[in-house]
């Protein structure tokens, strides 16, 4: 670390000031998010250092990062129409099809990251209450079931029944293919594979909004909300630490804004 032209030597001579200095130099060259991460990485590893007694004191506790506040997040979303006509342009008699429709829907119906998604296995969709429930893993090691959506149930089911894997509890549902015969492997869907096939379904389905795996989150929360339904129930369906982070989610205002840009009538 260095603040200015004085170089540390030692982890004891880190003070807040140096600190705030390095804080501040790194403002002139990355952006404010970047930076108010970098501050979180330095405070998580001085306390890890003051549980550990190797210094006192946590220098960047008392050091406040640039303010930087996001009320809406850039992810694309689409209306219920577009992710409606997406859905339904997936063929259904391919078993890549199949798996394709049941990924997106999931990620819809249950605002659930792609990370999750592609981590499930053939056990994590379940009956109960004679009703299909998925069972999802989450950053931290946090596991978060939701009931099925009728629709998703329906998808779910019909990729299981064609693919043949609940035969095998631990087996990875949603699996990358082999070679042009669109055999499924017995390795999980890579995350950046998941990408192109959504860009590519997209592109199919005629939808020019340059979407990406988030986008479905997004769009399932939008529309939850969009039907009148609370932002703190979105919170606990969408497994996020607070209401707030739900509303990056919430582009209702986007229709606001277009409608309202409609109204100049030249």
């Known amino acids: 670390m260095v603040a200015g032209a ?14 705030a200095a390095f804080i501040e130099q790194l403002g002139q060259r990355l ?4 930076v108010k991460q970098h501050l979180a990485a330095l405070r998580v590893l001085f306390d890890w250092l003051v549980v550990g007694q190797v210094i006192a004191a946590n220098p960047a506790s008392p050091v406040r990062g640039p ?23 997936i063929p259904a008699d391919t078993l890549v099809g199949l798996r394709d429709r049941a990924l997106i829907a999931t990620m819809i119906y249950t605002f659930a990251r792609v990370g999750a998604v592609i981590k499930m296995r053939a056990k994590d969709v379940y009956i109960q209450n004679r009703r299909t429930w998925i069972r ?15 629709l998703l149930d329906t998808y779910l089911n019909e ?16 699996r990358s293919t082999s070679g042009r015969g669109g055999e499924l492997t017995e390795n999980p869907l890579a995350q950046p594979d998941a990408y192109r096939m959504i860009r590519r379904r997209a592109m199919a389905a005629g939808i020019r909004t340059k979407i990406g795996n988030h986008t479905f989150r997004a769009t399932g929360i939008t529309e939850y909300l969009r039907n009148g339904r ?5 919170e606990q369906m969408a497994n996020h630490e607070s209401a707030r982070t739900t509303g990056l989610y919430d582009r209702r205002d986007d229709q606001v804004s277009l409608d309202e840009v409609e109204r100049i009538l030249i």
């Open 136 to 150: 999802l893993h989450e950053k931290g090691g946090k596991r978060h079931e939701m009931p099925c959506h009728h």
């Open 31 to 34: 952006a404010k998010p970047s």
């Open 230 to 234: 609370k932002l703190e129930i979105a």
């Open 6 to 19: 004085q170089k540390i030597a030692e982890l004891v001579d880190v003070e807040p000031v140096r600190v």
């Open 159 to 174: 990729y299981l029944d064609a693919s043949r894997i609940e035969s095998d509890p631990k087996a990875y549902l949603f």
């Open 67 to 89: 303010k930087y506040v996001v009320r809406k997040g850039k992810t694309a979303v689409l209306s219920a129409e577009e992710a409606r006509a997406l859905l339904d342009s």
